[in-house]
């Protein structure tokens, strides 16, 4: 078997939108999951403010430093492209971000049932679209990232805390034709249409 042959991952879609952010994902896996894919899909990039709304609305309160941490990184990525720190986008640029894959596995965490705590890998790409609407000629392309989740409150809620974060574990490289990747829990996420 490999996640080619497998039925695919269908994301759970949400319920609200509150603050930049799709809301209202179940208490499942499949909904931590769901939640993950939507924050990464939907995350300003390069509007350092709006990143910082987003952030606050998803992030655990239990996290320290972890919304200034990540808005510091979109605040970098704006000077590395030659704009000021602080900001929103340029006109007519926008940024697609696609997940094409997931690896979610369980960690478990004092004082918490099991499976309310979740380490999600992603494979990605994105793609930039310019004023002119013209296409992203050197795109980003099987990229990888990885979060923490954890019910807090009623929701999905990402978490960087020092004690989750070194449970972390590492996949195998994803490719869709591998049974190796298949076999250490990568799926494939259809996007529904």
Known sequence: MTPAKAKPFHLVAPTGQANGISTGFPHNTKGAI???VYFTEEYALLDDQKARQQLEAAVSPDT???VDQKVSEVRKLRE???LPPSGGNPAGLTFTTSVKAVRAKTIRAEGLPLGDVLHIWFVYDRYATGPDGGADKNPLRDETS???????NGA????NEPELWAKRTYPVAYDPD???AWQDGWWQVLHED
């Open 178 to 180: 591998s049974p190796y």
């Open 64 to 66: 320290s430093g972890y």
């Open 34 to 36: 769901s939640m993950a």
């Open 146 to 152: 990885d979060v923490i989740v954890k019910w807090q």
């Open 156 to 159: 999905w809620k990402l978490t």
């Open 80 to 82: 590395g492209v030659g």
